[in-house]
């Protein structure tokens, strides 16, 4: 078992930044890849980021391409969203998810949520 929680979310200008983390505990951190999503309002989850476990490979969706970053400290079991340049079309509660697989991911951890809200 891998229990995740984020933190970091909040109301923020358009064109501002956040850094969203998700602290983990339980089975061990650095052997999961991890993700990030969002859902938006009335809207399907949308993958935003992934991560390997070793931090060496991340991938983006398009809509977050050049914007966000996603890091991992494994000391800290911690794994990190940095958002630059935010648009209102970023406002969604935003998850982390562990896989233990890279290529066809399968997020069987997740973690609560924590609301970004941008504002125009």
């Known amino acids: 078992q891998v229990q995740l929680v984020e933190s970091g979310g909040g109301l923020v200008q358009a064109g501002g930044s956040l850094r969203l983390s998700c602290a983990a505990s339980?089975?061990?951190?650095?052997?999961?890849?991890m993700g990030w999503f969002r859902q938006a309002p009335g809207k399907e989850r949308e993958f935003v980021a992934k991560i390997n476990w070793n931090g060496l490979s991340t991938y983006y969706g398009d809509s977050v391409k050049g914007r966000f970053t996603i890091s991992r400290d494994d000391a800290k079991n911690t794994v990190y969203l940095q958002m630059n340049s935010l648009k209102p079309e970023d406002t969604a509660v935003y998850y982390c998810?562990?896989?233990?697989?890279?290529?066809?991911?399968?997020?069987?951890?997740w973690g609560q949520g924590t609301q970004v809200t941008v504002s125009s």
């Open positions: 339980g089975r061990t951190f650095s052997s999961f890849h």
């Open positions: 998810a562990a896989s233990q697989t890279w290529t066809v991911p399968k997020y069987d951890y």
